[in-house]
Protein backbone atom coordinates (compact mmCIF):
# COMPACT_ATOMS: atom_id res chain seq x y z
CA UNK A 1 0.00 0.00 0.00
CA UNK A 2 1.31 3.64 -0.96
CA UNK A 3 1.36 5.72 1.87
CA UNK A 4 0.34 9.38 0.79
CA UNK A 5 1.32 12.45 2.86
CA UNK A 6 -1.32 15.16 2.44
CA UNK A 7 -0.52 18.19 3.95
CA UNK A 8 -3.40 21.18 4.23
CA UNK A 9 -6.54 19.28 5.42
CA UNK A 10 -8.83 22.63 4.47
CA UNK A 11 -11.98 23.04 2.42
CA UNK A 12 -10.00 20.84 -0.54
CA UNK A 13 -7.15 19.23 1.14
CA UNK A 14 -9.82 16.68 3.14
CA UNK A 15 -12.01 15.89 0.25
CA UNK A 16 -8.63 15.04 -1.65
CA UNK A 17 -7.44 12.90 0.93
CA UNK A 18 -11.01 11.17 1.41
CA UNK A 19 -10.59 10.40 -1.97
CA UNK A 20 -6.86 9.12 -1.87
CA UNK A 21 -8.43 6.46 1.13
CA UNK A 22 -11.42 5.39 -1.13
CA UNK A 23 -8.53 4.08 -3.75
CA UNK A 24 -6.88 2.43 -1.51
CA UNK A 25 -3.88 4.35 -0.30
CA UNK A 26 -2.48 4.71 3.34
CA UNK A 27 -3.20 8.51 4.20
CA UNK A 28 -1.29 10.47 7.00
CA UNK A 29 -2.68 14.25 6.70
CA UNK A 30 -1.62 17.59 9.00
CA UNK A 31 -3.15 20.44 9.68
CA UNK A 32 -1.95 23.59 11.84
CA UNK A 33 -5.26 23.34 13.95
CA UNK A 34 -5.55 19.85 13.54
CA UNK A 35 -7.80 17.23 12.25
CA UNK A 36 -10.81 15.28 13.58
CA UNK A 37 -12.32 14.69 10.26
CA UNK A 38 -9.60 13.21 8.88
CA UNK A 39 -9.29 10.39 11.64
CA UNK A 40 -13.10 9.74 11.69
CA UNK A 41 -12.49 9.59 8.25
CA UNK A 42 -9.79 6.62 9.21
CA UNK A 43 -6.81 8.81 8.20
CA UNK A 44 -4.07 9.33 10.10
CA UNK A 45 -3.45 13.08 12.07
CA UNK A 46 0.22 13.53 12.31
CA UNK A 47 1.71 16.51 14.58
CA UNK A 48 3.75 18.18 11.88
CA UNK A 49 4.63 18.38 8.07
CA UNK A 50 8.11 16.90 9.23
CA UNK A 51 6.47 13.71 10.63
CA UNK A 52 4.06 13.52 7.57
CA UNK A 53 7.64 13.45 5.32
CA UNK A 54 8.96 10.73 7.42
CA UNK A 55 6.26 8.31 6.98
CA UNK A 56 5.59 8.76 3.56
CA UNK A 57 6.15 7.31 -0.01
CA UNK A 58 4.40 10.45 -2.08
CA UNK A 59 3.83 13.94 -0.59
CA UNK A 60 0.69 16.39 -1.48
CA UNK A 61 0.28 19.89 -0.20
CA UNK A 62 -2.47 22.32 -0.39
CA UNK A 63 -2.14 25.27 2.01
CA UNK A 64 -3.05 28.99 0.97
CA UNK A 65 -0.26 31.57 0.02
CA UNK A 66 3.62 31.01 -0.85
CA UNK A 67 4.50 31.24 3.19
CA UNK A 68 2.40 28.31 4.10
CA UNK A 69 4.49 26.54 1.22
CA UNK A 70 7.73 27.78 2.36
CA UNK A 71 7.00 27.13 5.85
CA UNK A 72 5.72 23.33 5.36
CA UNK A 73 8.46 22.38 3.15
CA UNK A 74 11.43 24.59 3.99
CA UNK A 75 10.50 25.47 7.65
CA UNK A 76 12.34 23.74 11.06
CA UNK A 77 9.42 21.32 11.14
CA UNK A 78 8.93 21.29 7.70
CA UNK A 79 9.21 18.27 5.04
CA UNK A 80 13.23 18.44 4.29
CA UNK A 81 13.79 17.99 7.61
CA UNK A 82 12.50 14.31 7.28
CA UNK A 83 12.28 13.80 3.32
CA UNK A 84 13.11 10.29 2.73
CA UNK A 85 15.68 9.64 -0.81
CA UNK A 86 13.41 9.61 -3.56
CA UNK A 87 10.27 11.13 -2.47
CA UNK A 88 7.92 13.17 -4.99
CA UNK A 89 6.10 15.76 -3.63
CA UNK A 90 2.46 16.88 -5.40
CA UNK A 91 2.35 20.50 -4.66
CA UNK A 92 -1.03 21.62 -5.34
CA UNK A 93 -1.27 25.24 -4.10
CA UNK A 94 -1.32 28.04 -6.63
CA UNK A 95 1.56 30.36 -5.83
CA UNK A 96 3.85 32.22 -8.10
CA UNK A 97 6.02 29.92 -10.29
CA UNK A 98 9.65 31.64 -9.65
CA UNK A 99 9.34 31.20 -5.66
CA UNK A 100 7.51 27.53 -6.42
CA UNK A 101 10.44 26.70 -8.43
CA UNK A 102 12.85 28.06 -5.99
CA UNK A 103 11.16 25.60 -3.02
CA UNK A 104 11.60 22.79 -5.83
CA UNK A 105 15.22 23.32 -5.82
CA UNK A 106 15.76 23.41 -2.15
CA UNK A 107 13.72 19.76 -2.45
CA UNK A 108 15.89 18.00 -5.43
CA UNK A 109 19.06 18.93 -3.72
CA UNK A 110 17.64 17.10 -0.19
CA UNK A 111 17.15 14.22 -2.40
CA UNK A 112 13.19 14.20 -3.58
CA UNK A 113 11.38 16.18 -6.34
CA UNK A 114 8.18 18.66 -6.76
CA UNK A 115 5.81 18.56 -9.14
CA UNK A 116 3.44 21.77 -10.14
CA UNK A 117 0.08 20.22 -9.78
CA UNK A 118 -2.67 23.24 -8.89
CA UNK A 119 -6.40 22.08 -9.38
CA UNK A 120 -9.15 23.97 -11.05
CA UNK A 121 -12.27 23.48 -9.99
CA UNK A 122 -14.38 24.55 -6.43
CA UNK A 123 -14.40 22.38 -3.34
CA UNK A 124 -17.63 20.83 -4.23
CA UNK A 125 -16.07 19.95 -7.04
CA UNK A 126 -13.37 17.66 -5.38
CA UNK A 127 -15.41 14.82 -3.61
CA UNK A 128 -17.09 13.91 -6.48
CA UNK A 129 -14.03 14.09 -8.76
CA UNK A 130 -15.40 16.67 -10.88
CA UNK A 131 -11.81 18.91 -10.47
CA UNK A 132 -9.17 18.98 -13.16
CA UNK A 133 -5.61 18.81 -12.05
CA UNK A 134 -2.47 20.50 -14.21
CA UNK A 135 0.43 18.42 -13.37
CA UNK A 136 4.07 19.84 -14.75
CA UNK A 137 7.23 19.03 -14.20
CA UNK A 138 9.19 15.99 -15.08
CA UNK A 139 7.79 13.55 -16.92
CA UNK A 140 9.27 10.71 -15.07
CA UNK A 141 8.21 11.95 -11.76
CA UNK A 142 4.69 12.67 -12.59
CA UNK A 143 4.07 9.27 -14.10
CA UNK A 144 5.77 7.77 -11.35
CA UNK A 145 2.86 9.50 -9.44
CA UNK A 146 0.02 9.01 -11.53
CA UNK A 147 -1.91 6.00 -9.59
CA UNK A 148 -2.21 9.07 -6.78
CA UNK A 149 -2.77 11.83 -9.66
CA UNK A 150 -5.89 9.53 -10.95
CA UNK A 151 -7.44 9.77 -7.42
CA UNK A 152 -6.84 12.70 -6.28
CA UNK A 153 -10.00 14.88 -7.43
CA UNK A 154 -10.86 13.62 -11.06
CA UNK A 155 -9.13 14.29 -14.36
CA UNK A 156 -5.78 15.36 -14.18
CA UNK A 157 -3.67 16.50 -17.60
CA UNK A 158 0.35 16.53 -17.92
CA UNK A 159 1.11 20.37 -18.99
CA UNK A 160 4.89 20.09 -19.22
CA UNK A 161 7.79 21.47 -17.55
CA UNK A 162 7.72 22.80 -14.28
CA UNK A 163 5.08 26.20 -13.81
CA UNK A 164 3.05 25.19 -17.15
CA UNK A 165 0.58 24.12 -14.85
CA UNK A 166 0.20 27.12 -12.74
CA UNK A 167 0.11 28.71 -16.01
CA UNK A 168 -2.63 27.12 -17.69
CA UNK A 169 -4.75 27.26 -14.37
CA UNK A 170 -3.93 31.37 -14.80
CA UNK A 171 -5.58 30.97 -18.15
CA UNK A 172 -8.67 28.74 -16.68
CA UNK A 173 -8.88 31.30 -13.98
CA UNK A 174 -8.38 34.45 -16.00
CA UNK A 175 -11.56 32.96 -18.51
CA UNK A 176 -13.78 32.09 -14.80
CA UNK A 177 -13.30 36.11 -13.73
CA UNK A 178 -14.32 37.43 -17.00
CA UNK A 179 -17.45 35.10 -17.73
CA UNK A 180 -18.59 35.94 -14.61
CA UNK A 181 -18.16 39.49 -14.80
CA UNK A 182 -19.84 39.22 -18.05
CA UNK A 183 -22.70 36.96 -16.88
CA UNK A 184 -23.22 39.69 -13.14
CA UNK A 185 -23.81 42.14 -15.96
CA UNK A 186 -25.96 40.21 -18.74
CA UNK A 187 -28.11 39.49 -15.51
CA UNK A 188 -28.28 43.43 -14.06
CA UNK A 189 -29.29 44.44 -16.98
CA UNK A 190 -32.00 42.06 -17.90
CA UNK A 191 -33.08 42.32 -14.20
CA UNK A 192 -32.69 46.61 -15.31
CA UNK A 193 -34.61 46.05 -18.42
CA UNK A 194 -37.49 44.08 -16.24
CA UNK A 195 -37.32 41.09 -17.91
CA UNK A 196 -38.22 37.63 -16.36
CA UNK A 197 -35.23 36.61 -14.75
CA UNK A 198 -36.32 32.65 -15.04
CA UNK A 199 -37.03 32.91 -18.46
CA UNK A 200 -34.06 34.78 -19.32
CA UNK A 201 -31.60 32.03 -17.67
CA UNK A 202 -33.51 29.04 -19.18
CA UNK A 203 -33.64 30.56 -22.78
CA UNK A 204 -29.71 31.35 -22.99
CA UNK A 205 -28.95 28.43 -20.99
CA UNK A 206 -28.18 26.29 -24.03
CA UNK A 207 -27.35 29.01 -26.58
CA UNK A 208 -24.24 30.28 -27.66
CA UNK A 209 -24.06 32.87 -25.60
CA UNK A 210 -24.05 30.76 -22.68
CA UNK A 211 -21.10 29.32 -20.38
CA UNK A 212 -20.73 27.20 -17.63
CA UNK A 213 -20.54 30.56 -15.55
CA UNK A 214 -23.89 31.13 -16.73
CA UNK A 215 -25.56 27.99 -15.84
CA UNK A 216 -24.37 27.77 -12.74
CA UNK A 217 -23.78 31.37 -11.10
CA UNK A 218 -26.79 32.76 -13.49
CA UNK A 219 -29.61 31.46 -10.37
CA UNK A 220 -27.55 32.43 -7.77
CA UNK A 221 -27.48 36.06 -9.25
CA UNK A 222 -31.36 36.20 -10.21
CA UNK A 223 -31.95 35.12 -6.28
CA UNK A 224 -29.12 37.16 -4.81
CA UNK A 225 -28.04 34.02 -3.00
CA UNK A 226 -24.74 34.23 -2.50
CA UNK A 227 -23.75 32.86 1.02
CA UNK A 228 -23.15 30.00 1.90
CA UNK A 229 -20.31 30.62 -1.05
CA UNK A 230 -19.29 27.57 -2.61
CA UNK A 231 -16.77 29.97 -4.70
CA UNK A 232 -15.59 32.89 -1.94
CA UNK A 233 -13.82 35.40 -3.98
CA UNK A 234 -11.26 35.27 -0.89
CA UNK A 235 -10.12 32.05 -2.71
CA UNK A 236 -10.33 33.61 -6.12
CA UNK A 237 -8.45 37.12 -5.90
CA UNK A 238 -5.18 36.20 -5.24
CA UNK A 239 -4.79 33.97 -8.39
CA UNK A 240 -5.92 37.25 -10.18
CA UNK A 241 -3.21 39.37 -8.49
CA UNK A 242 -0.99 36.96 -10.04
CA UNK A 243 -2.24 36.63 -13.24
CA UNK A 244 -1.67 40.18 -13.41
CA UNK A 245 1.48 40.15 -12.68
CA UNK A 246 2.24 37.07 -14.98
CA UNK A 247 0.69 39.13 -18.01
CA UNK A 248 2.26 42.09 -17.36
CA UNK A 249 5.70 39.87 -17.68
CA UNK A 250 4.36 38.24 -20.67
CA UNK A 251 4.31 42.02 -22.38
CA UNK A 252 0.58 41.12 -23.11
CA UNK A 253 -2.05 43.92 -23.13
CA UNK A 254 -5.39 42.43 -21.12
CA UNK A 255 -7.93 44.71 -21.03
CA UNK A 256 -10.98 42.54 -20.83
CA UNK A 257 -9.32 40.69 -17.66
CA UNK A 258 -8.72 43.98 -16.09
CA UNK A 259 -11.73 45.13 -16.82
CA UNK A 260 -13.00 41.96 -14.69
CA UNK A 261 -9.98 42.36 -12.09
CA UNK A 262 -11.49 46.07 -11.43
CA UNK A 263 -14.75 44.79 -10.27
CA UNK A 264 -13.09 41.88 -7.55
CA UNK A 265 -10.65 44.51 -6.71
CA UNK A 266 -13.65 46.52 -5.56
CA UNK A 267 -15.68 43.70 -4.24
CA UNK A 268 -12.86 43.06 -1.59
CA UNK A 269 -12.17 46.67 -1.09
CA UNK A 270 -15.87 46.55 -0.33
CA UNK A 271 -15.46 43.85 2.74
CA UNK A 272 -17.20 40.90 0.27
CA UNK A 273 -14.12 38.12 0.18
CA UNK A 274 -16.34 35.95 2.09
CA UNK A 275 -18.88 36.19 -0.80
CA UNK A 276 -18.87 33.66 -3.55
CA UNK A 277 -18.10 35.11 -6.99
CA UNK A 278 -21.46 35.55 -8.11
CA UNK A 279 -21.88 38.53 -5.51
CA UNK A 280 -20.26 40.73 -7.89
CA UNK A 281 -23.97 40.82 -9.64
CA UNK A 282 -24.25 43.78 -7.09
CA UNK A 283 -21.24 45.41 -7.55
CA UNK A 284 -21.96 45.99 -11.26
CA UNK A 285 -26.07 46.71 -10.56
CA UNK A 286 -24.76 49.54 -7.97
CA UNK A 287 -26.47 47.58 -5.13
CA UNK A 288 -25.01 45.90 -1.37
CA UNK A 289 -24.27 42.39 -1.82
CA UNK A 290 -23.80 42.25 2.23
CA UNK A 291 -28.07 42.98 2.68
CA UNK A 292 -29.45 40.24 0.42
CA UNK A 293 -32.47 41.06 1.99
CA UNK A 294 -33.00 44.43 -0.53
CA UNK A 295 -35.72 43.90 -2.84
CA UNK A 296 -34.53 41.88 -5.66
Known sequence: MVRVGVIGLGKMGLPIAVNLMERGFDVTGYRRSGSAELAAAGGTVAG???EVAAGA???LSIVPGADDVEEIICGPAGTLTALRSGTIHIEMSTIDVPRKARIREA???SGGDLLDCPISGSPGMV???LATTFASGARASV???SAVLDAVAGPWVYTGAFGTGAQLKYIANLLLAVHTAAAAEAMALARASGLDLELVQRTLDNSIASSAIWKQRGPMMAGRHWSPAPGPI?????????IEEHAAGTGLNAPVFAAAKEVFDK?????WADLDIASVHDQVSGRSALNPEESS
Do not use: C, F, K
Not at 234 to 242: D, V
Open 48 to 50: SAA
Open 57 to 59: DVL
Open 107 to 109: VVN
Open 127 to 129: APR
Open 143 to 145: DAV
Open 234 to 242: RTLHPILEQ
Open 267 to 271: AVADG
